[in-house]
């Protein structure tokens, strides 16, 4: 090697369209939410619970650089799912590999040490189940049915199902995934959003994108539209104000006249915001939007409903 170089880099122009999908950064995404999680537990009055799922998330982050390979579609296969607009690893059909339940293990390992009672007490409860009672467990998850007996085991496995469908998004070749017909749905997965993010990629600010609450990839909708009905007349947004009445700038709820759903949008050009996190941080927004009658269109799979 010399300082002259035969083969210069050129830059690459960069592109003014924003890509329509960005794959979840397997490396840092859960570390990350950790982060986050232990930021904004800091004076909040739910600090205890969200540092907890800190350490959830960093469990995720721990199983998912172990996570072995895994049996991903291949190119005919990511073709006919192109062709048919349908997401390559379905949540509802994907043939999920034994592999996450090991993930379930570690995760519940790493935090029953460290978790509140009522946790300790349902994850060694969880311990004591045998495959096909977690497999029926992950297809309520997989089907957003969040509710019901063992509901508060249900975001344990909904963490080991995030790690190993974000591992699955993040191998499969975000190139290769299609567009789907529906706007509100991941292009990955078909799960549901938890979350938007305004976030700059490139050199192109202020771009909308979709948080898939399972796998994590994110794509890109216009801004201004609401994520479930596709309509943009109506389009609102509410926000919490603290005690000397500053709005919260970070998330707010974006809610539609037309359908009565709401989906928080939170600003990564704002704060070093996540959307499960900063999502949790802040259900007094939750709890104000849905008395003013809007339903809400994404779960937050770490959280149990009502509880
Ligand atoms: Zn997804
Ligand atoms: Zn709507």
């Known amino acids: 090697m010399s300082a002259t170089s035969q083969a210069p880099i050129i830059p690459i122009k960069s592109s003014s369209e924003p890509p329509h999908v960005i794959a979840p950064d397997a490396a840092n995404l859960f570390s990350r939410r950790a982060q986050r999680f232990d930021q904004l537990a800091a004076g909040h009055s739910l600090g205890d619970w969200l540092r907890f799922l800190g350490a959830i998330s960093r469990a995720q982050h721990e199983a998912l650089q172990v996570m072995p390979a895994l049996d991903l579609p291949d190119a005919a296969q990511m073709g006919v799912a192109r062709d048919h607009r349908m997401p390559p690893l379905p949540a509802q059909s994907w043939p999920r590999p034994a592999a996450w339940r090991d993930s379930l293990s570690a995760i519940a390992a790493a935090v029953s040490n460290i978790a509140p009672d009522a946790a300790r007490k349902d994850l060694a409860r969880l311990a004591t189940y045998d495959a096909a009672q977690i497999e029926a467990l992950a297809d309520r998850v997989l089907h957003t049915e969040l509710y019901g007996d063992d509901a508060a085991l249900l975001p344990y496995v909904a963490a080991a199902l995030q790690v190993l469908w974000t591992a699955g998004a993040s191998r499969l070749g975000v190139a290769e995934i299609g567009?789907?017909?529906?706007?509100?749905?991941?292009?990955?997965?078909?799960?549901?959003?938890?979350?938007?993010?305004?976030?700059?990629?490139?050199?192109?600010?202020?771009?909308?994108?979709?948080?898939?609450?399972?796998?994590?990839?994110?794509?890109?909708?216009?801004?201004?539209?609401?994520?479930?009905?596709?309509?943009?007349?109506?389009?609102?947004?509410?926000?919490?104000?603290?005690?000397?009445?500053?709005?919260?700038?970070?998330?707010?709820?974006?809610?539609?006249?037309?359908?009565?759903?709401?989906?928080?949008?939170?600003?990564?050009?704002?704060?070093?915001?996540?959307?499960?996190?900063?999502?949790?941080?802040?259900?007094?927004?939750?709890?104000?939007?849905?008395?003013?009658?809007?339903?809400?269109?994404?779960?937050?799979?770490?959280?149990?409903?009502?509880?």
């Not at 596709?230 to 609102?236: E, M, Q, S």
């Not at 006249?257 to 941080?281: G, M, R, T």
């Open 179 to 307: 567009a789907l017909d529906v706007p509100g749905v991941c292009p990955c997965c078909g799960f549901l959003p938890v979350a938007s993010v305004i976030r700059t990629v490139g050199e192109v600010s202020n771009l909308r994108y979709l948080h898939c609450a399972l796998c994590n990839t994110e794509w890109n909708l216009v801004r201004l539209k609401c994520s479930t009905c596709d309509v943009t007349d109506g389009v609102t947004y509410k926000a919490l104000q603290d005690e000397s009445g500053k709005e919260n700038d970070s998330i707010r709820a974006e809610t539609c006249e037309s359908c009565k759903s709401y989906l928080k949008i939170a600003y990564a050009e704002k704060a070093a915001v996540d959307p499960v996190a900063d999502d949790l941080a802040t259900l007094a927004l939750d709890i104000l939007v849905d008395e003013a009658g809007y339903s809400r269109s994404g779960p937050n799979l770490l959280l149990v409903p009502g509880g």
